[in-house]
């Protein structure tokens, strides 16, 4: 089963769809997790995708999030902002999912 049919099945909003501006409800694959280095602030970037799109997950004040790993399917829900390259939602809910 493919992300996009979780998504489907699940109500969320596939990735390739989520606007900025907008509540997302929406969830992908982790891709990869990228923290800041340890002289500067907390700051946990997780690249989630899906075969439609891609959005990053920013958690400030974070160097690590249980389970936020490369693979993980996950649920999250925030307020999209427009990023410099995928949309962005700062310190979103999220929910790991049963792959």
Do not use: K
């Amino acid at each position: 089963m493919s992300v996009v049919d979780v998504a489907v099945a699940r109500g969320w909003t596939p990735l390739g769809e989520v606007t900025p501006r907008s509540m997302g409800y929406t969830g992908g694959r982790v891709a990869y997790v990228e923290m800041t280095s340890h002289d500067a602030p907390a700051r946990l970037t997780v690249r989630l995708t899906d075969s439609t799109g891609s959005i990053d997950l920013v958690f400030l004040g974070r160097r690590v999030v249980a389970g936020l790993e490369p693979g993980a399917i996950v649920f999250v829900e925030g307020r999209v902002a427009a990023g410099a390259d995928v949309p962005v939602i700062f310190n979103p809910r999220y929910e790991l999912c049963q792959q």
